[in-house]
């Protein structure tokens, strides 16, 4: 497993605090938003992406319901730094 998202959280805090020397504060936010941690073989990072879509119920009358926003997960099964295979 490689460690590409921590170290690219360090890097970009790192870029970030050099550019605004003696103008402002960098201190980490959340850092990358679409990153879970898994338990497959030990606690890992694994990056995701949303992917957003709309569903419609078709009630027992046949006639439709109200439309949902609703949001899935996709898991990377590689590093999109590196391409190392991410093991579950």
């Known amino acids: 497993m490689c460690n590409c ?7 970009i805090l790192a870029h ?3 550019r605004d020397k ?3 504060i960098i201190s980490k936010g959340a ?3 679409n990153v879970a941690i898994s338990f497959g073989k030990g606690p890992a990072q694994r990056g995701y992406d949303e992917f957003e879509y709309k569903t419609t119920r078709i009630k027992n009358d046949g006639s439709t319901g109200a439309t ?9 099964t590689y590093c999109p730094f590196c391409g190392v295979k991410i093991e579950e």
Do not use: D, N, V
């Open 5 to 11: 998202i921590k170290e690219s959280e360090e890097q």
């Open 16 to 18: 970030l605090t050099e």
């Open 22 to 24: 003696g103008k402002a």
């Open 31 to 33: 850092g990358f938003l």
């Open 68 to 76: 949902q926003k609703k949001i899935t997960c996709m898991y990377h």
